[in-house]
């Protein structure tokens, strides 16, 4: 004659809900974790072989062309390896026909060149000599007309990509090019 109305959740059915919850919730941040920390070593990587191959230019072509410029723009990193160019007086140009320039990462938290973070719209770049393919210097923003930066002897400079809040690379280049 009475009838039981079922209201609300067992406390079974409470607990294999918030299991669910969990297993989706670790499982969804170990995803993002894991792609972050991978566009990072991807950054490296593309960092790494655009060094190489402006020492190589600068082998092959003549240091004018032994540059590597990093122009970081609303969280993403773009590389142009050629000439030298002048940020002091003009900001470069993305879609410049004579400026090649190349995504490296998107969603970029951070990026420092030797300790240095650039804030958005700043750039920085590094030249090797063409007779013996070493580091010949690197140079900052605001740093027209003042001499490069050089290394000594083993000093390396450091570059550092941090892609969204935690997945951070880091990618040495010492004074003959080397890579680590």
Same mark, same amino acid.
Not at 4 to 9: E, Q, Y
Not at 11 to 15: G, I, R
Not at 68 to 73: A, H, I, R, W
Not at 97 to 105: F, G, M, N, P, T
């Given at each position: 004659?009475?009838k ?6 067992s ?5 294999v809900?918030i299991?669910?919850?969990i297993l @989706?919730?670790?499982f969804?941040?170990i995803t993002v974790?894991? &792609?972050? $920390?991978?566009?990072a070593n991807?950054a490296?990587?593309k ?6 191959? &402006?020492?190589n230019?600068?082998?092959? $072509?003549?240091s004018?062309?032994?540059w ?6 609303n +969280?993403?990193?773009y ?9 002091d007086?003009n900001? #470069?140009?993305?879609?410049s &026909? ?8 998107s969603?970029?938290s951070k ?10 719209? @700043? ?5 090797f000599k063409q007779s013996?393919g070493?580091?010949k210097?690197?140079?900052? #923003?605001?740093?027209s007309?003042? #001499?490069l930066?050089?290394?000594s002897?083993?000093y ?5 990509v941090?892609i969204? +809040?935690r ?6 280049v ?6 680590k």
């Open positions: 004659m009475f039981h109305k079922n209201k609300g959740l406390y079974l059915e409470l607990v809900s299991t669910i919850g @989706l919730t670790a969804f941040t974790t894991t &792609a972050h $920390r991978n566009n991807r490296k990587d960092i790494e072989v655009s060094v190489k191959t &402006a020492r230019n600068a082998l092959s $072509r003549g004018e062309n032994g590597v410029n990093f122009y970081y723009k +969280n993403k990193l590389c142009y390896i050629g000439k030298e160019l002048d940020f007086t900001k #470069p140009s993305l879609t &026909a004579d400026q090649k320039w190349e995504l490296v990462a969603n970029v990026f420092s060149f030797d300790g240095v973070e650039l804030s958005d719209g @700043l750039a920085a770049g590094m030249v013996t070493e580091m210097g690197w140079k900052f #923003p605001n740093s007309g003042q #001499p930066h050089t290394p002897d083993g390396k400079v450091k570059i550092d941090q969204g +809040n997945s951070e690379s880091s990618l040495s010492d004074k003959f090019g080397t890579c």
